[in-house]
Nanobody
């Protein structure tokens, strides 16, 4: 069994910062890409940023220069440092990871339960 657990969400004023963390645990052989997605009320879930196990990063234009994704492969963790937050960043943020549970098995996408980020004065 595999679990992704996010932490670090909360309420912050515009211009403030938050750091999200996500820990993957359970029966894990390897993790390829890890990433963060978000879903605002009434909108579809959208990609925020992803990072591969060799450090290649992809992120949506709206967060470039403000958000930084990083990971610790030894700890099976991924982080999202969010600076200069705006009200439009308000959403539930979900951690995602492509995980292989055995050496010859397929990789599946796993999701965390989500953490609320609210940017408001």
């Amino acid at each position: 069994q595999v679990q992704l657990v996010e932490s670090g969400g909360g309420l912050v004023q515009p211009g403030g910062s938050l750091r999200l963390s996500c820990a993957a645990s359970g029966s894990i052989f390897s993790i390829a890409a890890m990433g963060w997605y978000r879903q605002a009320p009434g909108k579809q879930r959208e990609l925020v940023a992803t990072i591969t196990n060799d450090g290649t990063i992809n992120c949506v234009d709206s967060v470039k220069g403000r958000f930084t994704i990083s990971r610790d492969n030894a700890k099976n963790m991924v982080y999202l440092q969010m600076n200069s937050l705006k009200p439009e960043d308000t959403a539930v943020y979900y951690c995602n990871a492509n995980i292989r549970r055995t050496i010859n098995g397929p990789a599946y996408a796993y999701w965390g339960q989500g953490t609320q980020v609210t940017v408001s004065s």
